[in-house]
């Protein structure tokens, strides 16, 4: 009996303390997930706090670099904004500045900060359009002048044409209004007491030198009186007769024997002109003639004489 009470008492105090363990068992285990989740609670407070401000700063200077890179690019282009560009430049530089140097900024500065960022953004998106609306309106420029340069290309082509065609024509005309001179012909003459004149080619005979010429017509040419030179040389190069000197200008001269006047009145006109031996005594040997329309040369001939 006493045996069988005992075992009761002990299988009493078991089922007791068994209780007593799934208890406190219960009571561990319902305070663990309290633990952890006053651990998440703080460390999500410790992220909210100054390292999530400094973690925003570190985006927002990332942010102002990366402004700061496309204005460089929008400098490069070199437009008539480039020196704003270069003062937007300047303000982004000075908030980088000016959030370096904050240390455990407030989540009122970080705000601050995030609208001048936006704010310089918009500047820089209005900046960007302005620079495309004035590459397209210098495009456009450049295709106007382009446009003009052509058509001036071309009128200044069609003038110069014109001009070349003038030229020509003027030439044509000057080549046409010119009278030139032929039938060229030198005569030795011995002139008799008598006053008679007879042709030799004896040197010692002759007198003086008949040098003739004829002067043709031209349509275009003007009427009226002209002067043409004549030039003697003997063997020795001198020029005989008068020997005077003329300059036309342009460093142009002639040293001439004589003149010759002609009154031309829109026909072919003869012409001659007389060498004395008052003024040259006649040797024999070749004596050339020139003629001359002013410093141009019209015609050469030449006698010679025993």
Do not use: C, H
């Not at 410790?46 to 402004?67: K, M, R, Y």
């Not at 397209?136 to 069609?158: G, P, R």
Request: glycine share 4%; proline share 1%.
């Amino acid at each position: 009996m006493k045996k069988n009470y005992k075992d009761s008492w002990i299988k009493a105090l078991f089922a007791v303390i068994f209780i007593f363990g799934i208890g406190a068992t219960y009571l561990i285990f319902s305070n663990e997930p309290n633990n952890a989740l006053d651990e998440s609670s703080a460390s999500r407070l410790e992220i909210t706090g100054p390292a999530s401000e400094s973690i925003d700063q570190e985006n927002i200077l990332d942010s102002l670099n990366n402004l700061k890179l496309a204005y460089d690019v929008a400098i490069f282009e070199k437009t008539a904004l480039s020196q704003e560009l270069e003062l937007e430049k300047k303000n982004i530089e000075n908030l980088m500045e000016i959030i370096r140097a904050s240390k455990n900024p407030s989540s009122e500065q970080i705000k601050i900060y995030r609208n001048q960022l936006s704010d310089l953004k918009i500047t820089l998106d209005t900046k960007i359009a302005e620079i495309k609306k004035l590459k397209s309106q210098n495009k456009n420029l450049l295709n106007e002048i382009e446009n003009q340069n052509v058509v001036m290309y071309k009128q200044k082509a069609a003038n110069d044409t014109l001009i070349s065609k003038q030229k020509k024509l003027e030439s044509t005309l000057k080549d046409a209004s010119k009278l030139s001179l032929g039938n060229f012909k030198v005569t030795a003459l011995n002139e008799k007491s008598s006053g008679k004149e007879q042709e030799t080619t004896k040197a010692k005979n002759t007198d003086k030198l008949k040098i003739s010429f004829s002067v043709n017509g031209s349509s275009v040419a003007k009427t009226g009186k002209r002067v043409y030179y004549i030039q003697v040389l003997d063997q020795n190069n001198t020029v005989l007769g008068e020997n005077k000197l003329i300059e036309f200008g342009n460093d142009k001269a002639l040293v001439y024997s004589f003149l010759v006047g002609v009154d031309y009145q829109g026909k072919m006109a003869n012409a001659y002109g007389v060498l004395n031996d008052e003024l040259a005594k006649f040797k024999k040997g070749t004596y050339f003639i020139n003629f001359f329309d002013k410093q141009e040369i019209m015609g050469s001939s030449s006698i010679t004489l025993e």
